[in-house]
């Protein structure tokens, strides 16, 4: 099955990306948590943080170096941002598509409540 994001990937529905190479996509949120609030999305789809190999782990740090140089484009980094993967249902995760949230431009609080 087709996700979203893949969709989103294709073309097939429209985003506001920011950010394209052969390896990921980033791309600003429809329902945004924060000032400043993109998704980095790997093209090839990893439906989990637990479905993640060795064999991703080039994958996976690139998609922190690029959300570095986005949070330095958005002009976040100074103050500071918080990056979120959601893993599952109990962990939020609401696209089988593994993707890394970049969140800033205000302060965010304490990560969970309880």
């Known amino acids: 099955m087709t ?7 294709g073309g097939e529905i429209p985003a506001n990306f920011v950010y394209r190479d052969e390896r990921v996509v980033a791309f600003r949120d429809i329902h945004p948590r924060a000032p ?9 789809p990893i439906p989990t943080a637990d479905d993640v190999t060795e064999a991703d782990e080039a994958l996976l740090g690139h998609m922190f170096v690029v ?7 958005e002009g976040i980094s100074a103050d500071g941002y918080r990056l979120i993967v959601n893993c599952n249902q ?16 205000k302060p965010l609080g304490p990560m969970v409540s309880v």
């Open 90 to 105: 109990h962990g939020g995760q609401e696209v089988f598509h593994l993707h890394l949230h970049l969140l800033g431009g």
């Open 3 to 9: 996700t979203l994001f893949e969709r989103i990937i």
């Open 67 to 73: 959300a570095a140089q986005l949070a330095r484009r």
């Open 36 to 44: 400043v609030h993109l998704l980095i999305v790997p093209i090839r």
